[in-house]
């Protein structure tokens, strides 16, 4: 018998949860009880995360649990991230889905309430039976779903390359339009003789192996990299606007020496260039935000910070020029050779052919290497090897690629014989790049990544569940088919108005580095974005609200006034944001792991992953471009305006390069990039945290081999930085426990992190704590708000773990399977065994905790 249905268990009016007692008065955990606008005093919120399928089903096992004894009707908000966001949605959506019954004669929240608690409970439900046999679709196996997987990433990786490729098909194309037409060097006679001066390493070159590339990299070099560097010592010490009057001699003495040695007037020019952007520096320094005083020190440190971020900016563009000098001349150096040869386009098409298939087939090499490191993740998970990754795959993946591009470009050019050609090719792909890098094509890159298969997947299980069509439909039997009713468009998903809890969808928000400064973010690369049927709430305080009265769907309203906000607009009236559907947000939050995860325990990813994986992020148009936000923290200038001006131009190109180099901006860009919630924080406790619910179950399924806790430590950083909130162990003493109102017959189930977080390979001894939540005095200015009045939490988290006595078919699963319950990912597929034993588990450890309330049906 289910300790659950246990008639001899004690039968409460409500869950003991809701009776735990003020961690100082002794009274009721609550405050502001007399206000309207706060939540009331037994508000329970409920987080449920894990890893895939197997976080889900022990998820549903929890909810199983809570709906047996009663404790699901009193939660109020769900807050779910990753794999538990699949078992959160397809509850919400067995709630919501009474609301489209147009022959429900009674939807009474009680009685939904009711219904939705039998048919969790039954195992012969429907949505129940529906979950165990066709789970396993989210992640499928076989030779068939294997080849869908295959093509998947295929259609993934062909839009990388695709997009890129036509884009620097035409940038590689008018650098050889330069190079073998009427502006070419050997073409301009003395004047280019004169310009050879100044480029003394391109001149020495043979004429038909310098280009472009090579005459830009050393022009970068001689105009902005070596006179930048100088102009840092040119700046005055001691007066104000000007330059220091012993090093100007000096370097001007060397360079009137060289010249007169040389005949070159490099040295002179070199001079002129460092003292042109020392001015520069200074005016910067005067005009943006330098003190009145023009003797303050300040000014001299921000005129030198300025020459330092230039000198970075340039240093990037030097190597990024001699990078592709490099791929110009491989590229020349094969297109010569083969047309030296004899060799036809044809021949020439089936060497490109041929070089794409080294480059998948290097591309799948890569893919299985990251595979076989993951699971040799305890070996390599101290070692930083992130960039000796990166160099590895930017050589494997991005260089023969750019290679084949320069080496075409060259062929259709016939190495200056077929001028027409090449330059016909090069406009077509000029045209092309301008066409797929509008905004209206994003959302083609966005259907080419993982994710729209993902969802589309999750539509049909976890959201079929408890489609009532798919059982009249005649091909409703059909996993594989979509049929109408599975998925809903987010703004007409409620389970709250069902009786069901208000259900809050987290995601991460990429921010890999800082938008003022554009320096890399260290620790935190991403933030939360939460989702849910009021708005959206995004980093510890910016929130906007969905206009639910007017059209068009997806228009948000900020609700706060106070820049810099992202959700604040320059132009009048509401934000017109891209609307998704509830499958979308879910696929999302449980993605598989986007670009430089900061904070998991693997290895970091390589900043070149979507070269060679299936691309697992979204591109969301938040509805606002950088210069349509009010008070936008960017820097401006002449470089910053030309980036963002050829950014619009080709968006596409722009967010693939991004995505490529793992560079994002963060909210202040219109288009966010985001990934799986557990990037950022992987509980899905944050934003119940943040708003202060008063009683939180934390069903905690994430993957923890080593028993290490991190995903909890990191809630509990959070909570403290973001929020200055602290999180600490309830006193596991019985005599403690008793005396906070927790039962007798759930404290022998309760125990201490270290009961939970036991040595690895060893059973632990509990699978769950109490922990108690204290929130920092409300500011003065909020003095009035009954959500920062209160002060504290009470949190029940439980955490998948084996401590031996399970279910008998639970403890046969974990012995033949030693890494229950934190099984690798590396193969995802889920079987009956597998579902039912993580599924069962969550169920019996909610069995022990929840004690029946009694049933208020109507």
């Known amino acids: 018998m289910d300790r659950a249905s246990d008639p001899t268990r004690s039968v409460v009016e409500r869950p003991w ?34 890893e895939g399928v197997r976080g889900a089903a022990f998820c549903l096992g929890v909810v199983q649990a809570l709906a047996r004894s009663g404790w699901l009707r009193h939660v109020d908000y769900l807050s779910t991230v990753s794999g538990g966001g699949y078992t959160g949605a397809f509850l919400g959506r067995y709630f919501d889905s009474y609301r489209g019954r147009p022959a429900e004669p009674d939807l009474a929240p009680g009685v939904v309430q009711d219904r939705v ?26 030779a068939r779903d294997e080849a869908v997987n295959l093509s ?60 472009p590339w090579v005459i830009l990299a050393e022009a970068a070099t001689w105009l902005a990299l070596v006179p930048l560097m100088l102009a840092y010592w040119l700046i005055s010490r001691n007066e104000p606007d000007s330059l220091s009057s012993p090093i100007l001699l000096a370097v ?44 303050h020190p300040y000014r001299r440190v921000l005129a030198r910070e300025h020459l330092n971020r230039r000198l970075a900016f340039w240093l990037s563009v030097t190597i990024s020029l001699l990078v592709l000098t490099l791929v110009d001349a491989i590229g020349r150096w094969l297109a010569r050779g083969m047309l030296g040869s004899g060799s036809t386009f044809g021949h020439i098409a089936l060497a490109i052919i041929a ?71 090069t406009v077509l792909a000029a045209i092309l790049s301008l066409l797929l890098g509008t905004r209206e094509c994003i959302p083609l890159l966005n259907q080419t990544g993982s994710i729209a298969t993902q969802a589309g997947r999750l539509s049909r299980t976890f959201l079929g569940a408890t489609n009532t069509s798919r059982r009249v439909h005649p091909e409703g039997q059909d996993v594989t088919r979509p049929i109408l009713g599975d998925d809903v468009p987010f703004d007409r998903y409620h389970p709250e108005r069902a009786g069901g809890p208000l259900h809050l969808i987290n995601c991460s928000l990429n921010e890999t580095f800082d938008i003022s400064s554009f320096r890399s973010r260290g620790d935190r690369q991403a933030e939360n974005l939460a989702v849910g049927p009021a708005g959206m709430s995004t980093s510890p305080s910016w929130h906007a609200l969905w206009r639910v009265t007017e059209p068009p769907v997806g228009s948000l309203d900020p609700a706060e006034h106070e820049a810099p906000d992202p959700f604040l607009s320059r132009r009048a009236g509401p934000i017109l944001a891209e609307p998704l559907d509830l499958e979308d947000w879910v696929a999302i939050s449980g993605s598989l792991s986007g670009p430089r995860p900061s904070h998991r325990l693997e290895p970091r990813l390589p900043r070149f992953p979507s070269l060679v994986f299936a691309r697992s992020g979204y591109w969301w148009d938040s509805g606002l471009d950088a210069g349509d936000r009010l008070d936008t923290p960017i820097k401006g200038g002449l470089v910053s305006r030309i980036g963002a001006g050829l950014a619009r131009l080709f968006r596409s190109q722009t967010l693939l390069l991004s995505e490529l180099t793992g560079r994002f901006g963060g909210p202040w860009s219109r288009h966010w990039y985001l990934t799986n919630g557990a990037n950022f924080e992987g509980t899905g406790a944050y934003e119940l945290l943040r708003r202060r619910i008063p009683f939180l179950i934390l069903c905690d399924a994430t993957n923890d081999p080593q028993h290490l806790g991190a995903n909890l430590a990191r809630l509990v950083r959070l909570a403290r930085v ?55 005095e409300a500011p003065p200015q909020t003095l009035n708000d009954p959500w920062q009045a209160r002060r504290q939490s009470w949190i029940l988290y439980l955490k998948a773990t084996e401590t031996g006595d399970e279910p008998v078919d639970v403890r046969g699963y974990a012995a033949t399977h030693p890494d229950f319950p934190d099984e690798t990912l590396t193969n995802p597929s889920s079987d009956e065994p597998q579902w039912e034993s993580y599924r069962r588990l969550g169920e019996h450890i909610g069995g022990h905790l929840f004690l029946p309330v009694r049933s208020s049906s109507h």
């Open 152 to 211: 998947e990433f295929l259609r993934s990786l062909l839009s990388v390359y695709l997009v890129l490729g036509i884009f620097f098909l035409a940038v590689f194309g008018a650098l050889n339009a330069i190079g073998y037409g009427p502006l070419g060097a050997p073409k301009l006679g003395p004047l280019a003789e004169k310009l050879a001066v100044l480029l003394p390493i391109s001149r020495h070159l043979p004429t038909s192996d310098s280009g």
């Open 252 to 295: 001007a003495l060397v360079a009137g020496g060289l010249l007169l040695a040389t005949g070159s007037p490099l040295a002179t020019t070199v001079l002129l260039s460092a003292v042109l952007w020392s001015i520069g520096a200074w005016v910067s320094a005067r005009r943006e935000e330098g003190p009145a005083d023009p003797f």
């Open 722 to 776: 973001d929020l200055g909130a602290e999180v600490t162990e309830a006193d596991p003493d019985v005599n403690a426990l008793t005396s906070q109102g927790v039962p007798t017959e759930v404290i022998p189930h309760l125990g201490s992190l270290a009961d939970l977080l036991s040595p690895e390979h060893e059973p632990a001894r509990r699978h769950a704590t109490l922990l108690q939540v204290r929130y920092p």
């Open 355 to 425: 070089s794409g298939a080294i480059v998948l087939v290097l591309a799948l090499i890569l893919r299985g290497i990251d595979r076989w490191i993951v699971r040799r993740i305890r070996v390599v998970a101290s070692l930083d090897r992130s960039y000796l990754w990166a160099l590895a795959t930017f050589l494997l993946g991005a260089m023969p690629a750019l290679v084949m591009l320069s080496f075409l470009s060259h062929s259709l050019y016939g190495a200056g014989e077929t001028y027409a050609q090449g330059l016909t090719v």
């Open 117 to 142: 608690a039998r048919g969790l409970v039954d195992p012969n439900s429907e949505p129940i039976d529906w979950l165990r046999r066709h789970s396993n679709y989210l992640a499928p196996g076989g």
């Open 17 to 50: 949860l809701l009776g735990l007692k003020s961690f100082a008065s002794g009274n009721p955990a609550s405050v502001a009880q007399d206000s309207d606008s706060s939540l009331p005093p037994d508000t329970m919120g409920l987080a449920l995360s894990g």
